[in-house]
């Protein structure tokens, strides 16, 4: 019969199930439209802009990616120093002397949500490009994903954002989580459901975001913060996965660690500041999909660390004081390979239904989006990123919400 | 915003039904796997007559075997019965919605007759051990995990000098309970040995070698 911890699996693997299989229905009704965009029929003006701090090593590159950038028409280039120390205006100025489309602005040191704030009220463009110093946009994202904008209902196009170069085993790690994203994204906008414009490179409607009040400076994901604002008063993001900003990633784990924390708090500001829409039909995809998705993901992956930790503790326990670990281990592997190949049962069935649905919705995020073919043969990595990096999640969840509710986190600087 | 909540309804709506369609499926096809595994083991209770059979006649045959003989072939009729018991418990604790009681009551009969068999070759060969371990089927405490492994690891190192005998006590047998009252058995799980020694905390193989001169 089943035990307290087995009905607690059960009831996590059936909820994980029902998400997954909500994702394959929302892919079969969008998956003929993927990866069309309109053609754009206008052309409106675009001011690209760039906060930097302290960004002298990239600021240089960016640059030249960003002019490289394709569109019929001039666009505007800010470059916002949110009070580097280093040599970065030095290094836009000289550039600027050469490109009259650069304009550089120097001001105190404030934060990104403030920076961006600074550099939207300078922008003349229509259309606001917000841009991370160490995003590599394709040449041809601007002309793929502007054409969005011809319907006036739309605030902001975000498009797929993938790592740069991953050398590192915590950046492989992330390439694939960044590569699994676009797919999702495109799939939820269905539902009109797109929860974040990324800041690495986000195309917003430079009037709106104005009207709204701008970015949220006290969020420490003002990204996350204005496209629930967005969706709040009614308009539309669209996700352009065709069009490809390259990015470049924490290197190691102590750097993604503190990045997460600074996601997840911001996560947990949003959340706390839009709740009062959880099911508002009004707003039903705030009300109805991303509240929901976040605080059931929020609780289900802090609940299934606890349950596979109490598992792992209810085994180590039965060999304390330790007397037979080498029967003991033969004594579990048996067990082990006798449930899952010999005498399956509902929990094994479901455990690898789910499974197989979570591998097969990897595949398909690669293939359907034709996201880097080389990931999809590194086999190990994608091992270790279903065990070992997920694993991580909730325990940044749980830390991150600990330093959020002792309020020990700052928002400006950086 | 009305046509986005129609497609979220409608997205839910359809993911529940595929969703109740293969929870159902599942649970369809876990029922199937174990009510097969129930038949299997119906059919391993034939086996059960085999090995009770084999264990009276041992006993009335035993008279005129050496000790030598009657501990290799107890130990060898030990075997096949622990063995058979490991076999049925992966099937039995596999299983989820079926429950196989009459199957660990008669693998427990099996044990108590084996045990009685025992304790009479005992007599006449005095340098044999019998180390009974009372469990709960039931109520599987932390504790009991600790003795399990013990017990597992010592069968490995000590199945050649000792009879091993498992008795789940809380399947209402009537010759369970009154070992439990002869022995004066009150914690669960419980080690006793050579039916003079009576184990119910957790020790170290060594201490239980005490008992039984294993090494």
């Given at each position: 019969m089943f035990s307290s911890i087995e009905i607690c699996l059960l009831i996590s693997t059936l909820a994980a199930l029902y998400l997954t299989i909500f994702f394959y229905v929302a892919y079969a009704s969008e998956r003929s439209s993927l990866r069309n965009y309109p053609k754009p029929k206008k052309f409106p003006s675009i001011s690209i802009t760039i906060p930097v701090y302290n960004g002298a090593n990239l600021i240089e590159q960016t640059l030249e990616a960003v002019r490289k950038l394709e569109y019929p028409r001039d666009f505007e280039i800010i470059v916002v120093d949110d009070g580097s120390t280093d040599e970065t205006p030095q290094i836009v100025s000289k550039i600027a002397s050469k490109d009259p489309r650069i304009k550089l602005f120097r001001k105190e040191n404030g934060g990104r949500g403030n920076a961006r704030n600074y550099g939207l009220r300078h922008a003349k463009g229509e259309i606001v490009v917000t841009m991370d110093v160490d995003a590599r946009p394709e040449k041809d994202c601007l002309m793929k994903a502007i054409g969005f904008f011809e319907d006036k209902d739309v605030a902001a196009v975000t498009i797929s954002c993938l790592v740069h170069e991953p050398k590192t085993f915590m950046q492989k790690l992330q390439a694939i989580e960044y590569a699994l994203i676009p797919l999702m994204r495109k799939i939820i906008e269905s539902f009109n459901a797109i929860y974040a414009v990324p800041g690495v490179f986000g195309l917003f409607r430079r009037d709106v975001v104005l009207s709204l009040g701008g970015f949220d400076e006290k969020n420490l994901t003002e990204d996350i913060e204005i496209a629930w604002r967005l969706l709040a008063h009614g308009y539309k993001i669209k996700m352009c996965p065709d069009a490809r900003v390259w990015t470049y990633v924490p290197e190691s784990f102590s750097k993604w660690w503190r990045q997460r924390i600074r996601w997840n708090i911001g996560g947990i500001q949003t959340t706390l500041k839009y709740?009062?829409?959880?099911?508002d039909r009004r707003i039903s995809s705030i009300g109805f999909f991303i509240l929901p998705t976040f605080i059931i993901a929020y609780f289900f992956s802090i609940f299934g660390l606890v349950l596979v930790g109490a598992m792992a503790i209810d085994k180590l326990l039965s060999l304390i004081p330790l007397f037979s670990a080498t029967a003991y281990g033969a004594n579990i592997f048996d067990n082990l390979m006798a449930e899952i190949a010999v005498y399956p049962n509902v929990i094994i069935l479901l455990s690898a239904l789910s499974f197989i649905l979570g591998v097969s919705w990897i595949w398909l995020s690669f293939h359907s989006l034709d996201v880097s073919m080389r990931m999809r043969k590194n086999v190990s990595t994608l091992l270790l990123f279903l065990t070992f990096y997920t694993a991580l999640f909730p325990l940044n969840y749980m830390y991150s919400t600990l330093k959020f509710l002792g309020n020990k986190y700052r928002v400006h600087g950086g | 915003m009305e046509a986005d909540f129609m497609n979220l309804k409608q997205a839910y709506t359809m993911s529940g039904v595929i969703f109740i369609f293969a929870v159902l499926t599942i649970f369809l096809a876990a029922l199937f796997f174990e009510t097969s595994r129930m038949e299997k083991i119906k059919e391993e209770t034939e086996y059960v007559n085999v090995l009770w059979n084999d264990a009276r006649l041992f006993e009335d045959m035993?008279?005129?075997?050496?000790c030598d003989e009657l501990t290799e072939q107890n130990r060898i009729l030990g075997d096949r019965i622990y063995e058979y018991g490991l076999r049925i418990e992966k099937m039995l604790n596999s299983n989820k919605m079926v429950e196989g009681l009459v199957a660990k009551q008669n693998y427990a009969l099996l044990d108590i007759q084996f045990w009685k068999n025992s304790q009479r070759i005992k007599q006449k060969c005095p340098e044999i051990s019998t180390v009974v371990y009372f469990y709960s089927n039931f109520n599987r405490t932390y504790s009991q995990q600790v003795f399990d492994n013990l017990l597992l690891d010592f069968k490995y190192r000590c199945g050649r000098k000792t009879v091993y005998i498992t008795l789940p006590?809380?399947?209402?047998l009537t010759s369970v309970d009154f070992a439990l009252k002869k022995y004066n058995i009150t914690n669960i799980p419980a080690v006793l040995i050579d039916e003079k020694y009576l184990i119910s905390e957790p020790v170290n193989i060594e201490y239980l070698n005490n008992f039984t001169h294993c090494w």
């Open positions: 709740v009062r829409l959880l099911f | 035993s008279g005129n075997l050496s006590v809380d399947l209402n």
